[in-house]
C-alpha cells in the first residue's frame, strides 16, 4: 500500500456555483508536502501546506483536512466514462494503490511515510462542483449510485509525505463501519444511518444525524 501521487489544488473560477473558486483542480507536486492539522471549518484550512478550500460551508476543517482515492477506483471510471482520468482528477489530495478506501473502518489510522498519521473520518458526498468539473451530465446520481466515494482523513500526526511513500494501517475500530456504509446511509439509504452510531470517530454532524434517525 503506497502514495502513487500527493495532489494540491490550483484555484480556478467556479461557474457551477455562486463562489468566487474551487480547489478541485489538483495535481501531483514533486517532493514532499507538509500535513499540518487545519483550523475549524469556515476558515478554507485543509490539512496540505498550499491547499485551501473555497466552499467552506461545506469543506475544509479537521474532518475533511486530507481527501483520499484509490487509483483502482479511478481506473474504473476511466473505463466507464472512456476518458482519461489523471491523479488528482476527482479533487483527491491522496492518491493511493493497494488500499481498499472504500472500505476502511471510521476510525482507523494510517502511518504514511515516517512520520504522518491520518484518521479515516467520513465519505465524501458529491456536489454541483464535482459534477460541473468532471462535465458530466448527471454525474452526481452516477457517482452516488456506485458508492465509491473515497475518504476524508483527519490529521492525528503532522510531517511531510510524497509520493511513493508506504502507506501502514496501525490502527483499526472493532466496529464495522465502513466509509462505504456510511455513503449509502447519508444517501440512498438512510434506514442505516442507526448503524453509524457504532463509530465513535464519526464526525459530529454525521453522528447527530444517526441518533436523530435510531427508535
Not at 501521487?5 to 483542480?25: E, F, H, Q
Not at 481506473?75 to 482519461?84: A, I, S
Not at 509520493?163 to 456504509?181: C, F, S, W
Not at 448503524?195 to 434517525?213: G, I, K, M, V
Request: with cysteine.
Amino acid at each position: 500500500m503506497k502514495l502513487l501521487s500527493v495532489n494540491v489544488g490550483r484555484p480556478r473560477p467556479n461557474p457551477w456555483k455562486k463562489l468566487s473558486a474551487t480547489g478541485i483542480d489538483k495535481r501531483p507536486v514533486a517532493g514532499p508536502v507538509a500535513v499540518v492539522a487545519p483550523g475549524p471549518k469556515g476558515t478554507g484550512e485543509v490539512g496540505l501546506v498550499g491547499d485551501r478550500v473555497y466552499d467552506v460551508k461545506h469543506h475544509g476543517g479537521p474532518d475533511q483536512a486530507v481527501y483520499a482515492y484509490a487509483r483502482e477506483d479511478l481506473d474504473r471510471w476511466e473505463t466507464e466514462l472512456e476518458r482519461p482520468i489523471t491523479n488528482g482528477s476527482f479533487g483527491e489530495n491522496l492518491t493511493t494503490i493497494d488500499l481498499d478506501v472504500n472500505r476502511a473502518l471510521i476510525g482507523e489510522r494510517w502511518r504514511i511515510g515516517a512520520d504522518v498519521v491520518l484518521e479515516v473520518s467520513c465519505a465524501r458526498i458529491p456536489c454541483a462542483t464535482f459534477q460541473g468539473w468532471l462535465q458530466q451530465q448527471g454525474w452526481i446520481k452516477r457517482f452516488t449510485q456506485a458508492a465509491l466515494p473515497g475518504a476524508y482523513l483527519r490529521v492525528i500526526e503532522a510531517g511531510h509525505i510524497r509520493a511513493g511513500d508506504r502507506v501502514e494501517i496501525v490502527y483499526r475500530p472493532t466496529h464495522h463501519v465502513t466509509v462505504e456504509l456510511v455513503f449509502r446511509a447519508m444517501t440512498l439509504e438512510p434506514e442505516l444511518l442507526p448503524q453509524l452510531l457504532a463509530a465513535e470517530a464519526l464526525p459530529r454532524e454525521e453522528r447527530e444525524l444517526a441518533r436523530s434517525r435510531c427508535p
